[in-house]
């Protein structure tokens, strides 16, 4: 991976207002791959007492983000399908991955998985990303992909 690229991105999450309110931390970040972490508090949980799905949601959401705009042009979500699988524990840490299966020139395809610390697995999704053909706005110089 371009280390310019890398560096750009690793530094837009850490100031991403919507990233530091969910405490997310890109943690790893290559080519069409992105890690993840985020620890559950208090102030994510839903009416039932349990995670809010949307605080699951944030954090598969910036894990495609990142792994999606990780060659340098600006990539958007076009359709996301996720699907829980079990509830994480009060005060977990949450790891998303997500990997890139296929990618032309308007289109990319991730997987993106979110597990506890313990390796349970909590969700999944399936996610098309729309490709823009433009460098990301953020990059020091112009498009750097391959």
Known sequence: MDPKIKEAIFQKAAAEPFGRKFGLQLTDLEDGYSRVEMTLTPDMNNIFDLTH???????????????????????????????????????????A?????????????????VSDAEGSLIAVCQALAYRKGIPLPFLPSGPLEK
């Open 53 to 95: 799905g949307g605080a699951i949601f944030a954090l598969i959401d910036e894990a495609f983000q990142t792994a999606c705009n990780s060659h340098g042009t600006m990539a958007v979500a076009l359709s996301m399908s996720l699907t829980y699988i079990a509830p994480p524990r009060a005060g977990s840490r949450l790891t």
């Open 97 to 113: 991955e997500a990997r890139e299966y296929s990618r032309t020139r308007k289109t990319a395809t991730y997987e993106i998985k």
